[in-house]
């Protein structure tokens, strides 16, 4: 009798402390710690003005302040006047030539081209005919030329940077010599600024592009020039101060025709920063 008691009151105690050490897990398991980490407060994000918000996400980019790209072959304007949007200029008080656009069917956009004639025979003289582009920082700049006939200091090619008809940068090309030649021109004054020997292919039309880089994003970029797809070296580089409209220049005794003139804004080459104070 008494060991059947002894047996049952020692069950009793062993089913009491499993229920006491059960009890608290099963209880951790149900109810939240009280060691969790307190619920943050989510708030609405501040949506800039720049995304647009609808059934699509959209990325609203700025309004550039011109076309990056543009092209003439001047193909649709009339003949013997000039294209809409140029203007012409000399580096003297008078213009001495004419720019006007001409048929010529062997043109490599033809049937049309635009013609500047009849030469300048002052040795600094020089014709310009400006787009109104806008100001360009960084311009990739590509026309199609052909020398009709020159004496042996006339010369043919790209203005750039250009502030007006007498302020402005240009490269020409003077095909009795080979030579292409970078100038500055301020107040009507041109400054050479350096030379370089081209290698032209047979033909009479030739490829003439002129690159403002600025690979490593600094404050003045430079020139990079090419004549039928081969770069041509200077014997020394200049840094281009400032943006500006382009156009197409005659120097001294040439008559010229173009052809195909396109110019692309190189906004990827543009600095990343303003340059440092000091």
Aim: negative net charge; glycine residues 8%; contains cysteine.
């Amino acid at each position: 009798m008494n060991n059947s008691l002894h047996i049952r009151f020692y069950l009793l105690v062993t089913l009491f402390g499993w229920g006491c050490f059960l009890m608290p897990s099963v209880a951790d398991a149900e109810l939240p710690s009280s060691k969790a980490v307190p619920q943050q407060l989510i708030t609405e994000p501040v949506r800039s003005s720049e995304v647009l918000y609808g059934p699509e996400v959209h990325w609203q980019a700025p309004a550039q302040a011109q076309d990056l790209f543009k092209s003439w072959n001047f193909d649709q304007d009339e003949i013997g006047g000039l294209p809409e949007g140029f203007s012409v200029g000399s580096t003297k008080n008078q213009s001495t030539g004419e720019w006007r656009i001409e048929v010529d069917p062997q043109a490599p956009t033809a049937p049309h081209v635009m013609t500047h004639t009849p030469p300048c025979s002052q040795e600094a003289c020089m014709q310009v005919l400006l787009a109104d582009t806008g100001n360009l920082a960084l311009p990739d700049i590509v026309v199609k030329l052909r020398e009709v006939s020159s004496g042996e200091t006339g010369e043919a090619g790209i203005v750039l940077a250009a502030q007006d008809h007498r302020n402005f940068y240009a490269v020409t090309v003077n095909f009795h010599t080979n030579q292409l030649s970078t100038y500055r021109v301020q107040d009507g004054k041109p400054t050479l600024l350096g030379k370089g020997l081209a290698q032209p292919k047979s033909g009479t039309w030739h490829v003439l592009r002129v690159q403002v880089v600025n690979s490593a994003h600094v404050d003045f970029p430079r020139l990079e020039l090419y004549l039928d797809g081969y770069e041509v070296p200077m014997t020394e580089v200049y840094a281009i101060h400032g943006p500006g409209r382009i156009g197409l220049i005659t120097k001294s005794g040439i008559v010229a025709k173009f052809d195909g003139l396109r110019v692309i804004e190189m906004v990827a080459n543009r600095p990343l920063s303003k340059p440092a104070a000091y």
